[in-house]
């Protein structure tokens, strides 16, 4: 089966550091997304790991363990604009079929 | 500038009727689109698989006389929603992925859909 696991809920000040968690279990691994949505708008891209190790752009960085099941999403210089839902996504591959299968998202706040 | 785009945004329609939802890749051909239903403070769920030229791979508990898929060129995909009901009203989302680069997944705007 599959199963993406993320916190519900976090909250950080701005200009403060936060770590989003995310752990899946998929019977395939073709690569793990982070991605931002604010409501009512469609997600965008943010990263993409495949490798163990850590991806760095700009303010947002992304680790992954694929022996661990494990992700995360970094967020450095909190900005109030950074107040979204983070969703973690992992590439599973069944049957030489790709699926993105998304986790519930992490609905993150921003406190001045 | 956008690289998938929706149409409708928005759309209202009566219980029983049926509402179609366009998916345009604008930047790049698309052999594979994906669909996804989004509600009210819920993550994205796969919905279906639209592959062109033939039949869509639907994902477990998607009814696929309900919702019909076609995607007849490169470069769009439909979905749509027959007699819908209320409780078919949430956030429709297609995306697709750049040939040769895996990790480039592009969404559409979303189309809300509202049944009454």
């Known amino acids: 089966g599959q199963n993406i696991d993320q916190p519900t809920e976090m909250t950080a000040t701005e200009g403060a550091i936060v770590q989003i968690n995310c752990t899946y279990q998929?019977?395939?691994?073709?690569?793990l997304f982070w991605y931002q949505q604010h409501a009512g708008e469609a997600p965008t891209f943010l990263s993409y790991n495949v490798l163990d190790g850590l991806e760095e752009k700009g303010r947002f960085s992304s680790f992954l363990s694929r022996s661990k099941g494990y992700s995360y999403l970094l967020l450095k210089e909190l900005q109030m604009k950074d107040s979204a839902s983070y969703l973690c996504?992992?590439?599973?591959?069944?049957?030489?079929?790709?699926?993105?299968?998304f986790g519930k998202g992490t609905r993150l706040h921003i406190l001045p | 500038g956008a690289v998938v785009s929706q149409h409708p945004s928005r759309v209202i329609c009566k219980s029983g009727t049926s509402v179609k939802i366009e998916c345009r890749s604008l930047d790049f051909q698309a052999t594979t689109m994906f669909w996804y239903r989004q509600f009210p403070k819920q993550s994205l769920m796969l919905m279906a698989t639209?592959?062109?030229?033939?039949?869509?791979?639907?994902e477990q508990g998607v009814e696929k006389d309900k919702f019909l898929i076609n995607h007849a060129s490169l470069t769009l995909s439909t979905l749509t929603v027959t007699s819908a009901h209320p409780e078919d009203s949430s956030f429709y989302i297609c995306s697709v992925f750049r040939a040769g680069a895996p990790h480039e997944q592009y969404f559409g705007p979303g189309t809300r859909l509202t049944v009454t």
């Open positions: 998929t019977s395939g691994f073709n690569g």
């Open positions: 996504a992992v590439r599973d591959e069944v049957n030489r079929d790709d699926k993105i299968i």
């Open positions: 639209s592959n062109e030229g033939s039949k869509a791979t639907y």
